[in-house]
């Protein structure tokens, strides 16, 4: 379990792009998590999603 989703009303919705070492891994912990997380794979898609959340 991730520490964040002790405090689930103190986490906003979050848009998460990981790369290097273990990314894979961390990408699965997150996609498998109850958080609000919203998943990219470059810079550009990840402002288009914080955009949307704005």
């Known amino acids: 379990m ?14 998460v792009r990981m790369l290097g070492t ?8 997150l996609a498998q998590s109850n958080l609000d997380i919203i998943l990219v794979d470059t810079l550009g898609e990840a ?6 959340l704005a």
């Open 47 to 52: 402002a288009n999603e914080i955009k949307k």
């Open 22 to 29: 273990n990314s894979d891994e961390g990408r699965e912990i």
């Open 2 to 15: 991730l520490a964040a989703e002790q405090q689930p009303d103190r986490i906003r919705p979050m848009v």
